[in-house]
């Protein structure tokens, strides 16, 4: 990613062909040409092409692909994660996060360092399989999937280097991915079948799955591609972002003072609770601008299924085009000092407007990720519960590279010193 980002830098976002052995896609990261392909144009650059074959062995025929599944996928998907449905699960999630909390308290007291990548991911995979699952799951085999997306995420790498590899021929990474596979399916068909027979529903995800979908042709494996996407979206990704979080946050103590003390004032001595999110209005800028430098979707290939043009640049069917967030986020033309971290290039009101698609960490267009709203609310809440408890520093030492992979992992362990605040009359040391 960091390649893409290099060489979209020397053309200044310009169009430009990639040589990779026999495969060669254009790489996308002009705003204006990302809107073509994303939104104006969008029904000639499809989610086809050797780039999702691997991407689709595990979530299937769903919301993250094209066609009929994805219209229908769309329509029972998006009134489930309007602002209004994902604030009536926030309770669930702050209270999952919150018992979390509780847990971290033995490590801090223990002086023992916590990974950052495995705790992000298991308090926020806890919280989004409450939502998705309501009680029907296990904590034992919500603790399964976690790793399982993980692990198919990480071993697609050699398949997304070289994505015109056959897949008659083994590659490093093939067998864990079908393992991963299984495990994912072994847990989720089970809360599908329990699901449609318990009659009583819930506010959970599956339940209106079930509900939205019943007597739909398409059965399980359709509701089950549909729960996986979203999974994957709204956990896997959430938690990869938010290890990213650590070490900007050490390198900048003024930010990190800015934000314990805002969630000092408005979480308080309690835990946190969904009627605090609207108050953390830094918090939420420090999201955005750590979007801004790690996007989980870091990338999104299309193909062209007819001769087009992109910036005076004939593009012809069957091509595949690259758009890179990643590298969008980091082009001189439109951000300032592109590789620093400041949220305050997010402060309502104090930056000057930008080209819509300069800034796409969840994408746009018709694709656009239904997940944003509940990244907003289930982010702030991990964020005011663990800095309104702990204080938290980087042990390991960097610099921190990020791993090929379907999301945008860090390849080394990001462990963490975490120290619980003491309270004292007027404020905390």
């Known amino acids: 990613m960091n390649t893409l980002a290099d060489i979209s830098g020397q053309v200044d976002g310009e169009l430009v062909r990639l ?5 060669r896609p254009y790489l996308v990261t002009r705003p204006d040409h990302i809107q073509q392909v994303l939104k104006s144009d969008w029904t000639n650059y499809q989610r086809e092409g050797m780039f999702w074959q691997p991407l689709r062995r595990v979530l ?12 229908s996928s769309r329509k029972a998907l998006q009134p489930l994660f309007t602002a209004r449905y994902v604030t009536s699960l926030a309770g669930t999630m702050a209270e999952v996060i919150n018992q979390r909390m509780d847990e971290l308290d033995e490590y801090a007291a223990a002086g023992r360092s916590i990974d950052a990548a495995e705790q992000m991911t298991g308090i926020v995979n806890a919280a989004v399989v409450r939502a998705l699952f309501g009680d029907r799951i296990s904590r ?5 999937l976690a790793p399982a997306y993980a692990t198919a995420a990480g071993s697609i790498a050699f398949r997304l280097v070289m994505p015109f590899m056959p897949y008659s021929i083994r590659v490093p990474g093939d067998r ?7 495990t994912i399916d072994d847990v989720v068909f089970p809360l599908i079948r329990k699901a449609r027979a318990d009659s009583s529903g819930g506010p959970d ?53 800015r934000l314990r003390e805002e969630i000092g004032r ?7 609770a969904p009627e605090h999110v ?29 001769d087009s043009e992109i910036g005076g640049v004939r593009i012809k069917a069957g091509s595949q085009v690259l758009i890179s967030p990643y590298a969008t986020h980091r082009l001189k033309e439109f951000w300032e000092r592109p590789l620093e971290f400041d949220p305050e290039r997010f402060a309502p009101g104090g930056q000057p407007r930008r080209h819509k698609y300069a800034y796409f960490p969840f994408g746009g267009g018709p694709h656009q990720c239904l997940g944003q709203h509940l990244f907003y609310v289930e982010a702030p809440l991990l964020l005011g519960a663990l800095l309104g408890r702990f204080r ?3 042990r390991s030492k960097g610099p921190f590279t990020a791993a090929a992979a379907a999301s945008l992992q860090p390849r080394q362990n990001i462990e963490l010193d975490i120290t619980r605040v003491e309270r004292v009359a007027g404020g905390v040391r």
Do not use: N
């Open 278 to 306: 609207p108050d953390l209005r830094y918090t939420r800028m420090v999201l955005q601008e750590l979007l801004r430098l790690y996007p989980a979707g870091w990338i999104f290939p299309r193909m062209a299924m007819r």
């Open 60 to 71: 299937g025929a769903s919301i993250l692909g094209d066609g009929e599944p994805w219209k």
């Open 266 to 272: 408005v979480v308080g001595h309690g835990p946190v």
């Open 19 to 23: 040589s990779l052995g026999p495969f």
């Open 392 to 394: 938290i520093g980087v």
């Open 205 to 257: 995800v599956i339940s209106a799955l079930c509900e939205l979908r019943d007597g739909d042709a398409a059965g399980d494996r359709q509701i089950r591609d549909d729960l996986v996407s979203v999974y994957g979206a709204a956990s896997e990704s959430t938690a990869m972002t938010l290890t990213w979080l650590w070490p900007l946050l050490d390198a900048h103590p003024e930010v990190t003072a």
């Open 176 to 182: 864990a991915f079908m393992k991963a596979v299984e």
């Open 140 to 144: 034992a085999d919500g603790e399964r």
